[in-house]
C-alpha cells in the first residue's frame, strides 16, 4: 500500500550534507510569490536537490515535463551550503487538495526540519489586495515575539488585521507547527494584486529575506523566471480545470 | 506524525485543578451566542485556561494573534473555582470542518468531560429564526427527560418542533455522545435573527443559565464584548472566504 | 476515541432473540418507499427494536424527539417472531453522507444479518420517475439469477434498462456485498413520482413483499402513515439544508 | 470491516496463468478511448479474467445486470496468453471517486503488475480537445526516456505542452507510481472530441499500441461495439447524475 507521505532522500548525498540551521519554504500560493523567491535562490545560489516528498493529498496527476517524460506531483527539498551559508528550501508543484492534508503534510515538513536541525524557518507567500499598487509592502507574521524586531528592521511591517486573521496552507501551519519544537518561524507575504505570478513583489520579499539571511542575491533574473513561470502555471491550471471535470466525468 | 485530536493541558496545573461537576460549551455558531455566554463568563470569573485541543478537522490556518505572533487555530478549556462554583468552559476558534470530524471532537470532548468529573454538561447556541424578534426566547433540549422540569424553571422552552428535529454541531453531538457516560446534557439556544453577534440573545441565555447554575452574573459588559466579538468575528470570516478562494487556487 | 460505527444490541434481549432467516432493510430513499413499508411492518406486527447503530458518516446532529429529549442519528434493528414468521428490519434517520460511509456501513449490515443467521435480505426502495403514473410498478432486482422467478410470480418486474444501470445506496450495495457471503438477496423499487413520501408506491410494495413472505399485512394505516412522515421528514429535510448553511458558517 | 480495496483472483486459475509481461489498462476516461481499445483487444484475443477489485473508493452503487441481477462495482483483470503474446488488462465500471483514491487503487494496479512479472505498462486515454477533428493523433508520454523513440516509431506523437501539463487519474498514475518499481510506462492519448465514445480515436490508438505489440488486430468491430458501449455508458452517466441527486437526498 501507498503511505499517504512518502519522504525520498537522495541516497548519494551523505546525511551528514542534508542538515541547515535555516529552511525557506516557496510552496505555491497567491502570486506565487512564495514559489517564485524559493526557486530563484535555488538557482541563483546552485542548491541541490536532497528529497522528494510525494502524497495521496496532491492532486492525482503525473507532470509532464520536457521530452515527454512523466513524474508524480511532489514537493522538494533543496540544499545550499556555501560562502552565502547554509539553507534548505522548501518548493513543489501543488499544496494539499484537502484541510487535513495541510495539516498532515505541514507536520512532515516541520519534523523534516526538526531532523535536520533547522533553528529557523521563513515562511513565503503573498497577500493578495485585489489591485495594483504603487508600493509593494511585505506584510509579515512571526511564531515568537522576540523576532518581531528584527523582522522589522529589514523592512518587514506588521499591520494589525493583515492578512484578515490567518495564513492558510504550509506558509501559517509550518509556523504554527513549528512551535512546540522550538523552531522559530517569519512568514513574509508580499503585497500582490492576485492571480499572477508577481515578480514585483518577489523582488521586495527578496530584498527584506535577504537583508535578515545577511547575503546578498542578484535579482536580475527575477522578471525573466517569472515569465517563464507564469506560462508554466498557466498551463497547470488550465490543466488542473480541466482535470476537475474529467475527474467528475470518470470517477 | 500529527494526531488528528492532540490535547494538551497545561502543565502547571495539578491534575485535581482540572476537575469540576459542570461544563458549559461555548463554541462557535448561529449569532456566535454561545461563545459569546461563555466567553463573558471566562472573563467576569476570571477562569484559567488548562488545556487547548488542536486538530487537523479544523481549518487549515494559523490565526494571527496581536503584536503579529501566530498560533495554530485551537479549541481551549478553561476552569473556575471560587465562591461561585467549579466551572469548565469549552471555547474556540472554529467548529470540526467536516461532519466525520464534528463527532469525532465531540466524542473526545464528553470523554474529557468523563475523565474530569463532569457530571452536567451545558451546551450554548443561537437559534436562527431569520428575522428580528422584540421578545428572545431560549429553546432548551435535555439528553434525560427528568431535566426537563428545571430548565423550564429557568425560563427555558420546550417548543415542538423547533429547532425542525436536530441540534448540528459539538451542542448537539456532545448531548446525545454523553448518555452512555451517564453525563446530564442541556441545550440552551437563543433566539437570534441570524449572522451577528446578538448580544441580547446572548444576555437572555444567560440569564436562564445563571439560573440553572443558582448564581448570578453581570451582564453589562455583554454588549461592549458583542462589539468586539463581532470586529474580529467579520476579520476572521472575511479570511475564511478568502481562504477558500485561495485553497482552490493552491491546492 | 469513537468508533466509526457502533452496533449496540439491547442487553435485555437474548442472542437467540435476535437470530431470523429474513431480514427487511427500509431506509431512508427515494419517496421513502422503504422507510414507510418496513416501519409500518414494524409496528403492524408489533416488532422488537433489538440493535441501535451509530456511526460518524450520519450527518453530525441529534434528533430531537418529543418531550425535548435528544437521541444521537442512528440505524436500528427490529425484530418479529410469531405466528406470521421471524424477521429483522433495517431502518433509520438516514443514510451515510459520504460515498466511502455508504460502503462502510453497507459492509456492518450483511456481517450483522450473517452472524444473526439471515439466509435472505429484502432491500426495499423507491425508484423515482420524475411525474405522477395510474400504475405503480414494483421494479426488482435479484443477487442470484434462480430468485428471479419467484419474484416475477409475486408480482415484481425486471425490466431491461430501469432503474438506468445502478441501485445506489445501501439498498444496493446490501445486494452486492452479500453475495460472497452467501445471503440471497432482493430489492424491489416502487416506482414513484419523486420527493413525496409515496404511499401508493408502498402499499404496491407491501403486496408483492408479502407475497414473497407467505403473509398478509394490513395496508390500511399505511396512508395515515405515509401523512405523519411527511409532516415529520419535511422537517428534518428543512433543518438539514439549514444545517449545511450552519456548518459552512460555523465550520 | 470492508477493506478499502479488495483483490480477489480466480481461484480456479493458477498462479503461473497470472502472469505476464504487460500490462493493457484501459478505464473509463475522456472519450471512453481506452475502455475501447481494451476491451475490444479482450474480446478479439478472447482474454480471460483472472482478477476482481473492488473498493470503498468506487461509487456506492451496485450495476444491474442483463437479467436483472446486480453486481459490485469494480475494476477487473483479464490475461490473454497465444500465438499474439501474453497481456494482462485493466478495465472496469469507473475510477476512484476521490483524490486520495486515485493514489491508493493506482498503487494497487503497479503493485499486482509487480508481482504478476509486468516490464511494461501501456495506459490508454483519450485527450480532449473539444471540437471535431479530420485526423485524429494519437499523444504520448513515457516514464523513461528511452522509450520515447520506438513510440515515436509506432506512430505517437510527443507534444509540448499537450496535455497541458498532466495526466490525471490511473492513466497517469500508474505511468509515476511504476517508476520505483523499475516498470517501463508509455500512455497512448487518443484525441477525441470529448464525451462520446469515440471508435475513430480508438481505431487510431489500437493501430500505434499494437505495432508497439508487434502484433494484429482486427478493428471491423471497434464501431459497432463502440455504438453499443455508447448506450450501456449514457444509461450510467445518466444513473450517476440522478444518483447525485439521491444521495443528496437519502444522505
Redesign the interface.
Known sequence: ??E?ITIRFEESIAPEDRTAPIMIEG????GHVGKLVAEHMIQELGAVRIAEINS?????????Q????????NNEIYRYSGEKGTYLFLVGD???????G???L???YVDICHQLGVRRIYTIGGY?IGHFNEVTRVI??????DL?QQVEDAGGI?S??E???????AA??M???S?PLGIE?I?LMGETSG?LVDPRSATTVLSVLTKLLGIEIDDAKLTERAGEMEV?LQ??L???R??EE??S???
Open positions: 500500500m501507498m499517504d510552496l505555491p500560493g497567491i495521496i493529498y496532491f492532486p492525482p496527476q503525473v507532470i509532464i520536457e521530452g515527454g517524460t512523466v513524474r508524480l506531483c501543488f499544496q494539499s487538495t484537502s484541510g487535513e495541510h495539516y498532515l505541514s507536520q512532515v493578495g509579515a507574521a512571526v511564531n515568537r515575539e518581531r506588521f494589525e488585521g492578512p484578515g486573521g490567518g495564513i492558510i496552507g501559517g501551519l509556523l504554527g507547527l512551535i518561524g512568514c492571480y508554466a498551463r497547470l488550465e490543466q488542473e480541466k482535470s474529467e475527474l466525468y470518470i470517477g
